[in-house]
């Protein structure tokens, strides 16, 4: 089945500057693990190397901020991308831009379904979903969505597995 033109629903547009704000810190505390040798260095390079062999050293921090700014450009456009469709038989994932990854979840395979919020997911309103399925593994772990819709696909797919068990049980 074709589902790249389907109505994915999307997720919330307050994914975006938690996003950013979660870069923001993993750049930033990789940024100052890097700046503190590099300062530390700053007084032992020019003992070793000469004057501009000891400048190379700061392209690194510039090439870390310089990526650290392309990823938080390429934020919303990834949150955009990001989808989910509940079909008859199974709940289709979508996420990615260059490397599209969907992942269909079978009801009748569903075991449970958590929701997640942390203090800054909460701040932002919205959750993550992550769905269990029989034989143990998580299928897939899904984020963006506000709150009450999260409740409502977990109370809809909840429901719908256990629908699927019992037409396993009859047949």
């Known amino acids: 089945m074709d589902h790249?033109?389907?109505?994915?629903?999307r997720v919330s547009p307050r994914l975006i500057p938690l996003r950013q704000i979660n870069n923001a810190i993993g750049f930033g505390?990789?940024?100052?693990?890097l700046l503190i040798p590099l300062l530390i260095v700053q007084f032992v390079a020019p003992l070793f190397f000469t004057?501009?062999?000891a400048y190379l050293l700061y392209l690194l921090p510039?090439?870390?901020?310089v990526w650290g700014i392309v990823v938080a450009c390429i934020i919303p456009r990834q949150v955009r991308a990001m989808g989910y469709l509940?079909?008859?038989?199974?709940?289709?994932l979508r996420r990615g831009i260059l490397f599209r990854n969907q992942v269909a979840v079978p009801y009748g395979r569903i075991q449970y379904v958590d929701i997640h919020q942390g203090p800054l997911q909460r701040a932002f309103g919205v959750t993550q979903i992550s769905i269990t399925t029989a034989g143990g593994g998580t299928a897939s772990t899904f984020e963006g969505l506000p709150m009450v819709e999260a409740e409502r696909l977990r109370d809809e797919l909840t429901q719908r597995g256990f629908a699927r068990l019992a037409e396993?049980?009859?047949a």
């Open 4 to 9: 790249e033109n389907l109505p994915y629903r």
């Open 62 to 65: 510039a090439g870390v901020l």
């Open 168 to 170: 396993l049980a009859e």
């Open 51 to 53: 004057n501009s062999a």
């Open 29 to 33: 505390i990789f940024f100052l693990f």
């Open 86 to 92: 509940e079909n008859r038989d199974d709940l289709v």
